[in-house]
């Protein structure tokens, strides 16, 4: 049976204190399936954001030179229990995710990309904008009430916020 993240309900819940050592763990387990070839590995999205309530599914960002070679490495974190969707959304970015209801999501990029430096922007600034964090916090809320089984919906939601900050961000620094 195919694994279908589409399907699954939308639950934004408080903030859990365990979420940074679940993505260590989780790390650990990935440097060793992926033999250290990562150029560097990042806890990313809400549960790497202390206080923010997030949708309990741990989010890790891997950076590799080229991502070419991912195929290589599919088998075995498919025998660890990963779901691999191949190239997602954009080019040069691989998508995994493992549990059933979902623990992780595994994002590849490879350093051409601009992902890798959203990722690790955005977090910084909701981990060091109370406002911003809570109004981001307030988005997410309604919009998995409002979208809780259309997930495409709910992430359209969170990105235009997502692409107002950063824009905002970027030139009040210029």
């Known amino acids: 049976m195919a694994f279908d993240i589409d399907k699954e309900e939308i639950h934004v819940v408080d903030h859990r204190s365990d979420w940074p050592e ?10 060793t399936i992926l033999k250290n070839h990562p ?6 999205g809400s549960t790497a ?7 309990p599914i741990v989010d890790i960002a891997v950076k590799f030179a080229d991502v070419a070679v991912i195929p290589e490495y599919v088998p075995a974190l ?3 229990g990963y779901h691999y969707f191949g190239e997602f959304i954009f080019p040069r970015w691989h998508y995994l995710c493992r549990g059933e209801p979902r623990e992780f999501n595994l994002h590849v990029v490879d350093g051409t990309t601009e992902h890798w430096e959203v990722w690790n922007r955005f977090r910084h600034i909701l981990m060091t904008n109370d406002r911003i964090r809570n109004e981001y916090q ?3 809320s309604e919009l ?13 939601g ?3 916020f997502v692409t107002r900050i950063l824009r905002e961000f970027s030139e009040s620094q210029s």
């Open 138 to 140: 307030q988005l997410k």
């Open 78 to 80: 498919e025998e660890y």
């Open 49 to 55: 954001v202390p206080g923010l309530k997030a949708k």
């Open 144 to 156: 998995a009430q409002k979208y809780r089984y259309e997930r495409q919906k709910y992430t359209e």
């Open 39 to 44: 150029l560097e590995m990042a806890h990313i």
């Open 22 to 31: 679940k993505y260590r763990k989780e790390a650990t387990m990935l440097a």
């Open 158 to 160: 969170k990105t235009e």
